[in-house]
């Protein structure tokens, strides 16, 4: 059982910049993909970002394309989200997402991952 845990999040004013990080208990760290969705607040959870287990290969909504960037280190059992040029419309609780295997569903859905951390809010002010 991998457990996620998210940290990071936290008020910031609009154009502004913030790091979200993803700390896995799993030693095999290395073996998973990762993932970041949201969730704001009455709708639904939306894929964000996304990396391969070795970190050669990332996918971004079109959303976020060029303002944020995903990346890990295994090292640390950690993926990082980094988030530029933050708007109103980014705010929500982030999630990262965990899995094993390639299990052929796509890298932008929820239920193609196993584990999930307990979110953490950002919250971007206008």
């Known amino acids: 059982q991998v457990q996620l845990v998210e940290s990071g999040g936290e008020l910031v004013q609009a154009g502004g910049s913030l790091r979200l990080s993803c700390a896995a208990s799993?030693?095999?760290?290395?073996?998973?993909?990762m993932a970041w969705f949201r969730q704001a607040p009455g709708k639904e959870r939306e894929f964000v970002a996304r990396?391969?287990?070795?970190?050669?290969?990332?996918y971004y909504a079109d959303s976020v394309k060029v303002r944020f960037t995903i990346s890990r280190d295994d090292s640390k059992n950690t993926v990082y989200l980094q988030m530029n040029s933050l708007k109103p419309e980014d705010t929500a609780v982030y999630y990262c997402?965990?899995?094993?295997?390639?299990?052929?569903?796509?890298?932008?859905?929820?239920?193609?991952?196993?584990?999930w951390g307990q979110g953490t809010q950002v919250t971007v002010s206008s």
């Open positions: 799993e030693r095999t760290f290395s073996s998973y993909a």
């Open positions: 990396i391969t287990r070795n970190g050669g290969s990332t």
């Open positions: 997402a965990a899995r094993k295997s390639n299990n052929g569903l796509p890298t932008w859905i929820s239920r193609s991952y196993d584990y």
